[in-house]
Structure formats: structure tokens, C-alpha cells
């Protein structure tokens, strides 16, 4: 006779494998992709360092937007993600993470925007429910329109304006540009990103302007969409009294890093994609912060 040893239950997750399971659903590594541009803003804002309050609630801010905004299209997605193979292996609909432990992370990180802002100034607090319904209502535009990518791109391109307010109290057209360059280069990197999903969008009945246009489209508006971003951040270069040679030499270096970019994917090779999303305009925003940052402060 033999018997069998029932499995000994599942192991609790410790405080450091909760961590990066939260880390891993709002992707916060893809923070490198806004944080520097609204410091950037709040740079070019104060004419060189803003007071360590302001940067802290504007890191502070920016944390708990994004942090709120990826939580809600995680959640909101989850179903869609399940089904696609990309993404069904993602802490929701893994079963990782509840949805209920996902709405309260959303209440807080929203509840600590509104804070943040807050405390950096009036303008900056009565502007923030706006804000939290722009980046919520970004979850929703995929089922509606294929000009989604734009969409996100207006998300991020908010927080080099919103550091800006952060700062002056007021809005320029210094931080107009510098949004609407985001915009651009957001838009673009995004196209690309979405046409590993282009079957899986038709099937499901998705809008993306990839799964619309195909291929080939997609990859020359991507290149328009980063064109447009380099004679915005021209525009910038001409609107700030701040900026000067240095800074026209890193609008060289993110011409050659765009360039590259899209070197690295064809109609008939998308197998680089990951490089070309996060490996390389990680690079673009981060050297485009440290060139500003150096320009208006040391040179």
C-alpha cells in the first residue's frame, strides 16, 4: 500500500519578489523615458537648477502619474493581454497580481500626484484631475481610434509643461515645444513598438494605425513622426534664451541615435524591435537631459 504526500503549499512571496512584481506591472523601467524630459523642463524652467522642493514633488509627481496611469491600462488591458501571447505571461493576467491590489495601487498613485502637485503650486493642483483623466482615458483610446499612438505621446509629452508650471507658475512657449517634440517622439517609438502586435490587433478588432496601414507605412511615418521631433527641439533650441552650441550638438547626437533606430528594423526584419523601443531612446532622453543640463548650468 502506498500513500502519496499531498504537495506542501506554495511558498508566500517575500517583500523583494512583491517589489518587482509591482515594478514589472507599470513597467518602471520605461521610466527613463518621461522623467528626464519634465526635468529637463524644470531646468530650462529656472534657467538651471530648480530648489531641491520643487524637484523632489516633481519627481514625486511624476512618479505617482506614471505609476497611476501604467496601473490603469494594466488593469484595463488585462483581458486583451491574456489572450495575446506577448503579453499574457504579464503580472495581471498571470493571476501574479489581483485586480483589486491593482485599483488601490491606482487610487494611491493617482492620490499622490494630486499631492505632489499640490505642494509645488496652485496651478499646478487645479490642473492635476485633468492630468488623471487624460492619462486614464489614454487605457480606452485603442478601442476607439487608431490615433492611440498620438494619444500616448500627448501623455508623456505633459510632463515637460507640467515641470515647467511646476517651476514658473505660468506657461511659455519654451516647454510648448519641448511637449510637442515628445509628442513626436513618443508617437513614433510607439508605432514601431506596435507592429510586433499588428496580427494580434486585427483579430481582436483593435485600433492601431500599424494593424490599419501595415508595415512599411508604419516604419516611414515613424521616421516623419522623429524628423517633426528634431525641428521641434530646434524650435526649443530658438525659444530659450538658455540653450546654446552644446545643445545643438546633442540635437546631432539624438539625430544619429534616431537614425540608427530605425536602421535597426526593415518591412522585412522586425526582430530588433526591444533594441530599437527601450535600449535606444533610453539613450536619446537621457543624453538629450545631461546635454541640456550641463548647457544651462555649466557652459
Known amino acids: ?57 516633481i519627481v514625486v509627481a511624476m512618479v505617482g502619474a506614471r505609476t497611476g496611469a501604467m496601473a490603469t491600462n494594466r488593469l484595463l488591458d488585462s483581458r486583451i493581454d491574456a489572450l495575446n501571447p506577448r503579453t499574457k505571461d504579464r503580472p495581471l493576467p498571470a493571476g501574479l497580481i489581483r485586480p483589486g491590489q491593482t485599483f488601490l495601487l491606482i487610487l494611491g498613485s493617482y492620490a499622490l500626484f494630486i499631492f505632489a502637485a499640490s505642494r509645488l503650486n496652485q496651478l499646478c493642483f487645479i490642473l492635476s484631475p485633468y492630468v488623471v483623466i487624460a492619462l486614464s482615458a489614454y487605457s480606452l483610446a485603442k478601442r476607439y481610434t487608431v490615433y492611440t499612438h498620438y494619444f ?10 507640467g515641470a515647467w508650471i511646476a517651476v514658473t507658475g505660468h506657461l511659455a512657449w519654451t ?5 510637442s517634440a515628445v509628442v513626436c517622439w513618443v508617437a513614433g517609438f510607439d508605432l514601431l513598438y506596435a507592429l510586433q502586435d499588428i496580427e494580434f490587433d486585427r483579430q481582436a478588432g483593435l485600433f492601431s ?3 490599419r496601414i501595415g508595415v512599411p507605412a508604419s516604419l516611414v511615418l515613424a521616421k516623419r513622426l522623429h524628423l517633426a521631433m528634431l525641428a521641434l527641439l530646434f524650435l526649443v533650441y530658438l525659444a530659450s534664451p538658455y540653450l546654446g552650441w552644446l545643445f545643438l550638438l546633442g540635437l546631432l547626437l539624438v539625430a544619429v541615435l534616431l537614425h540608427y533606430e530605425h536602421q535597426l528594423l526593415s518591412p522585412a526584419d522586425l526582430s530588433k524591435i526591444d533594441a530599437a523601443f527601450f535600449t535606444v531612446n533610453g539613450y536619446v532622453s537621457l543624453s538629450l537631459f545631461i546635454i541640456t543640463l550641463l548647457d544651462v548650468t555649466v557652459f
Not at 505621446?153 to 509643461?161: A, E, H, N, R, Y
Open 1 to 57: 500500500m502506498t500513500t502519496e504526500t499531498a504537495a506542501p503549499p506554495p511558498r508566500p512571496a517575500t517583500l523583494g519578489e512583491k517589489l518587482r512584481l509591482y515594478l514589472e506591472l507599470v513597467k518602471f523601467s520605461h521610466t527613463v523615458f518621461a522623467l528626464p524630459f519634465a526635468l529637463m523642463g524644470a531646468v530650462l524652467a529656472a534657467g538651471g537648477l530648480p530648489t531641491m522642493g520643487q524637484l523632489f514633488w
Open 152 to 161: 500616448l505621446g500627448f501623455c508623456l509629452g505633459m510632463s515637460p509643461i
Open 175 to 179: 516647454p510648448v515645444f519641448l511637449g
Open 209 to 211: 494605425l500599424p494593424a
